[in-house]
């Protein structure tokens, strides 16, 4: 598979056991996603490790700091050789622009997450923003479009509006993706793959329903069978 879209979340408080992981795994039908803890815990090395075993590497650390921070920590993070990074959006026009501008002439793609696929309606009223999330999440895709990322994290629920408005070449990439027999756990706006990427997702973040598997190849392969089944629709 040359682009897979599944990206196999490794939230595991140990290196050791997001390693013993992701050597169960095929680099030929996923991209793996390493988020604050494990790179606090394991750093750059961990990263490498990654790469050695054949994946791309989507380093998940929402930078959201002044524009000169998050550009020197983009063009770091480009430096490791990852796929993909992201920051806030909340950060702004100018911290985007910062970011793009950093990661010009590299590969590495930046995407912006809107809204946490944590938050509520109400989380939403009790810090001060009142409109509906899709809303929100919809003004800060464009703002990211605007900055020239290459796209943005987002409900699955919010991406058929967000593809509609945004067009077929701008990046919607989706956590919260659950099985129909899945545990929501602590996700508020989840889908499962399927809907995910009929609703026009690109890139599918998958945690549990693979890295807590009995065999994590297996759920890897039938998961992505499911969304071949629905991308050749």
Known sequence: MSDPRIIVALDFPDPA?????????????CRVKVGKELFTLAGPPLIEKL?????QVFLDLKYHDIPNTVAAACRAASGLGVWMIN?????GRKMMLAARQALDGRATKLIAVTLLTSLRHDDLN????????EVVVLRLAVLAQQ????????SALEAAQLRVSLGSGFLLVTPGIRTAAD?????ARVATPSAAIANGV?????GRPITQSPDPLDALERLNHEVACVSER
């Open 17 to 29: 056991q997001a390693l013993a992981l992701a050597a169960q795994l095929d680099s030929r039908l």
């Open 51 to 55: 790469m050695t075993l054949g994946f």
């Open 87 to 91: 920051v806030h959006a909340l950060g």
């Open 126 to 133: 009790e810090i001060g923003i009142h409109e509906a999330p």
């Open 147 to 154: 900055c020239g990322l290459d796209g943005v994290v987002c």
């Open 183 to 187: 545990n929501l756990d602590d996700q």
């Open 202 to 206: 690109d890139y599918l973040v998958i």
